[in-house]
């Protein structure tokens, strides 16, 4: 089992940055695949990106390609999610997930492990 704790999370402006942790602890690190998710008020969970056990690949959803950037350093047993350009869209809780073995998947139920979530508001 693992367990993972999210941070990061805040208030943020047009076009401003911000980098998510998640923070693992627990059975080994580097053999779960990690994905990032979001759910905002009224939706539901969305796919945002996820990396490989080794960090080799990734994946977004087209709504964040270009602008968010998922890396994970397996030696500190932590991923991140660079946040760059947001846009009010972007306001959500972030999620973090594990799923055991896998390589990379955009489907919530392949994920094992997930966060309680940090707080991603936009602020006009």
């Known amino acids: 089992q693992v367990q993972l704790v999210e941070s990061g999370g805040g208030l943020v402006q047009a076009g401003g940055s911000l980098r998510l942790s998640c923070a693992a602890s627990?059975?080994?690190?580097?053999?779960?695949?990690m994905g990032w998710f979001r759910q905002a008020p009224g939706k539901e969970r969305e796919f945002v990106g996820a990396?490989?056990?080794?960090?080799?690949?990734?994946s977004y959803a087209d709504s964040v390609k270009g602008r968010f950037t998922i890396s994970r350093d397996n030696a500190k047993n932590t991923v991140w999610l660079q946040m760059n350009s947001l846009k009010s869209e972007d306001t959500a809780v972030y999620y973090c997930?594990?799923?055991?073995?896998?390589?990379?998947?955009?489907?919530?139920?392949?994920?094992?492990?997930w966060g309680q979530g940090t707080q991603v508001t936009f602020s006009s």
């Open positions: 997930a594990a799923a055991d073995g896998m390589v990379v998947s955009a489907l919530s139920r392949h994920y094992d492990y």
């Open positions: 627990g059975r080994t690190f580097s053999r779960y695949g």
């Open positions: 990396i490989t056990r080794s960090g080799g690949t990734t």
